[in-house]
């Protein structure tokens, strides 16, 4: 756990209520929030090699994403800022993506556009100086006024890489937040071109209900620069929702929606389906090496868990790279056992049978 000084002080005030930002890493610290549809990836198993003519060491785990060098196709999903706690988690899980070469986005900077003296708590720049750093804004915002100039202050704020755009319906709906989604596509087109001129790919992402192929197939006419597909089977963000609402109504319509959504492996093949080649990130209930490795073989290029993350960084820093070790050991295993050198085989040889759960 993280030392009592790091708790939010009680003088917490902004606009965009940080007591939120704290609810959230509460219960989402606590499996209470997490789906009971599985995210997929039981219905497949690896076709076993029992000779594969490889150096488990050798194994080549890295990979390239929007033009930047990884160490391995593992990323730290969007999630925290604005507060103390999130500082402090969002530095530790920084230090950590750049000791292992993995990448990083960082939660809704809403609250660190809208109150400058909370920017700092997303800082993780000075802990991370070469890996691939997001931003992140709601899309939504779009449709409420915001153009390219919060998107471009997003980036500049934390010295990003990217900007991820979040598309969240259900869990604004279920909790009352902002609804007006009609006219955001023209909007999201125009941030995606104005950041390009940039050289700042702009990547649409789902915050854990999945993607449609039709979804995908308008982000990628809008000209996005990649998906994350963010799928159901993880943290579900209507339960969060649920945990967190402050009137019986609110709880009710997040307990509602627990179960909406599409399963991540599901959201991997319609994003697939849309486009053979937009860059693609898989997260929602991913849970191990061999979740990683199997979004990969589906057809993602990276794999990324939020969840894990928070908890392994909440318990410390050695906790956190214990964790980061297992999983890359786990996906190396993996690659190994199914006869893949390297993350670029793993992606196009048939790795994959029906799982046993599926026959
Ligand atoms: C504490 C927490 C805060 C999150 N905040 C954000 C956010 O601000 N913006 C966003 O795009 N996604 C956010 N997410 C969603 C995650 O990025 C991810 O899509 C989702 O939790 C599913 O992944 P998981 O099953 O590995 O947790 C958050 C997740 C967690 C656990």
């Known amino acids: 756990m993280l030392p009592e000084t790091t708790t939010d002080p009680a003088t917490d005030t902004t606009k965009r209520d940080p007591a939120s930002k704290s609810a959230h890493i509460a219960h989402c610290l606590t499996p209470?929030?997490?789906?009971?549809?599985?995210?997929?990836?039981?219905?497949?198993?690896?076709?076993?090699?029992?000779?594969?003519?490889?150096?488990?060491?050798?194994?080549?785990?890295?990979?390239?994403?929007?033009?930047?060098?990884?160490?391995?196709?593992?990323?730290?999903?969007?999630m925290t800022g604005g507060t103390e706690?999130?500082?402090?988690?969002?530095?530790?899980?920084?230090?950590?993506?750049?000791?292992?070469?993995?990448?990083?986005?960082?939660?809704?900077?809403?609250?660190?556009l809208e109150d400058p003296e909370r920017a700092h708590t997303f800082q993780v720049r000075d802990r991370?100086?070469?890996?691939?750093?997001?931003?992140?804004?709601?899309?939504?915002?779009?449709?409420?006024?915001?153009?390219?100039?919060?998107?471009?202050?997003?980036?500049?704020?934390?010295?990003?890489?990217?900007?991820?755009?979040h598309l969240n319906p259900i869990q604004e709906a279920a909790q009352g937040g902002d609804v007006a989604w009609a006219g955001l596509r023209d909007r999201i087109r125009a941030v995606v071109q104005e950041l390009a001129a940039d050289g700042i790919p702009v990547v649409a992402r789902e915050v854990g209900f999945g993607m449609a192929?039709?979804?995908?197939?308008?982000?990628?006419?809008?000209?996005?620069?990649?998906?994350?597909?963010?799928?159901?089977?993880?943290?579900?963000?209507?339960?969060?929702?649920?945990?967190?609402?402050?009137?019986?109504?609110?709880?009710?319509?997040?307990?509602?929606?627990?179960?909406?959504g599409i399963p991540t492996v599901d959201s991997i093949l319609n994003v697939r389906a849309a486009s053979a080649t937009i860059p693609l990130i898989a997260t929602g209930g991913l849970r191990s090496g061999q979740h990683v490795a199997m979004a990969l073989a589906l057809g993602a290029d990276l794999g990324a868990m939020a969840r894990p993350f928070l908890v392994a960084a909440d318990k410390g820093e050695t906790a956190l790279?214990?964790?980061?070790?297992?999983?890359?050991?786990?996906?190396?295993?993996?690659?190994?056992?199914?006869?893949?050198?390297?993350?670029?085989?793993?992606k196009t040889r048939p790795v994959l049978r029906p799982g046993t759960a599926a026959r």
């Open 32 to 78: 209470a929030v997490e789906y009971a549809k599985r995210a997929g990836f039981e219905r497949y198993d690896f076709v076993h090699q029992a000779l594969p003519e490889l150096d488990l060491d050798k194994v080549d785990l890295g990979t390239r994403f929007l033009g930047k060098a990884m160490r391995a196709p593992l990323m730290v999903a969007s």
């Open 213 to 260: 192929t039709e979804t995908a197939r308008q982000l990628v006419e809008l000209g996005v620069a990649g998906i994350d597909c963010s799928g159901a089977g993880g943290t579900s963000w209507a339960k969060v929702e649920q945990l967190c609402a402050k009137t019986p109504r609110r709880a009710k319509m997040g307990a509602a929606f627990g179960e909406w």
């Open 85 to 112: 706690r999130a500082r402090i988690l969002n530095q530790r899980l920084g230090a950590a993506v750049e000791k292992h070469g993995l990448a990083m986005g960082v939660g809704s900077q809403r609250v660190g």
């Open 321 to 346: 790279d214990e964790f980061i070790q297992d999983t890359l050991l786990e996906l190396r295993i993996a690659m190994f056992g199914s006869g893949c050198a390297d993350v670029a085989a793993l």
């Open 128 to 165: 991370m100086p070469t890996a691939l750093l997001f931003a992140n804004i709601g899309a939504v915002q779009l449709a409420k006024g915001w153009t390219h100039k919060e998107a471009r202050a997003a980036v500049k704020m934390i010295g990003a890489d990217a900007l991820f755009l």
